[in-house]
């Protein structure tokens, strides 16, 4: 039972455009999300995160929007440049605090941004 | 460079052999996760490790396991290993709880079982 999903395996934009990365999640319990960047042959890389308590949180480019009623989130990435093409995780957390952490993830989605 | 630290980077082996991943976490960070990322899958939390006691736990096979060294780094052993277990492996740390979300992951270690 996937509770992160990420149902688009695949995003091509042009240059320029905004890129809008989507994720849906069943957990009610999920307080924390975050989205990571992957490119090949490196680990993931943190880019943004957002509590539950708020429903935008932007960081240059990078903007993303909670909708905890319908338990989705988004990545808006504007303006996209061809250095973002990679593969986008969202994940989730049920811990804000303590010493016990698990996050789960998404499968992900491929961005292509074409010059 | 995140400063995670995954040897080996890849490994070839057979099915029925055992092998241990090594993850070398940044310094200063306290936990170590390890992530398992198979073919068309995200990434499956397998378990947390905190100042070397285990603290959270995932769907782990009972074939795996891991520790967490005085040093703090931290080895999974992968063993009895069957064709499913090529994946991707993760490692990544924190300097607590990651209660900002944020862990750093090192490159992986690939494995591939024939």
């Known amino acids: 039972d996937q509770q992160v999903k990420q149902n688009s395996p695949s995003l091509s934009v042009q240059e320029g455009r905004i890129s809008i990365l989507n994720c849906d999640y069943t957990?009610?319990?999920?307080?924390?999300f975050l989205w990571y960047k992957k490119y090949p042959a490196e680990g993931p890389t943190f880019l943004i995160s957002i509590s539950s308590i708020k429903d935008k949180n932007e960081d240059g480019r990078f903007t993303v929007f909670l909708n905890k009623s319908a338990k989705h989130l988004s990545l808006h990435i504007v303006p996209s440049q061809p250095g973002d093409s990679a593969v986008y995780f969202c994940a989730a957390s049920e811990n804000s605090g303590g010493s016990n952490y698990k996050l789960t993830f998404g499968k992900g989605t491929l961005l292509t941004v074409n010059p | 460079d995140s400063g995670v630290t995954q040897t080996p980077k890849h490994l070839i082996t057979a099915t029925g052999q055992r092998v241990t991943l090594r993850c070398s976490p940044r310094s200063g960070d306290l936990s170590v996760y390890w992530y398992q990322q198979s073919l068309d899958q995200g990434l499956q939390f397998l378990i947390q490790?905190?100042?070397?006691?285990?603290?959270a736990k995932g769907n782990i096979l009972e074939r795996f396991s891991a520790q967490q060294f005085p040093d703090l780094h931290s080895e999974l052993n992968l063993s009895s290993l069957e064709l499913g277990d090529s994946a991707l492996y993760f490692c990544a740390s924190s300097r607590g709880g990651a209660n900002t979300g944020e862990l750093f992951f090192g490159e992986g270690s690939r494995l591939t079982v024939l």
């Open positions: 490790y905190y100042n070397g006691e285990e603290r």
């Open positions: 957990n009610s319990m999920f307080d924390y």
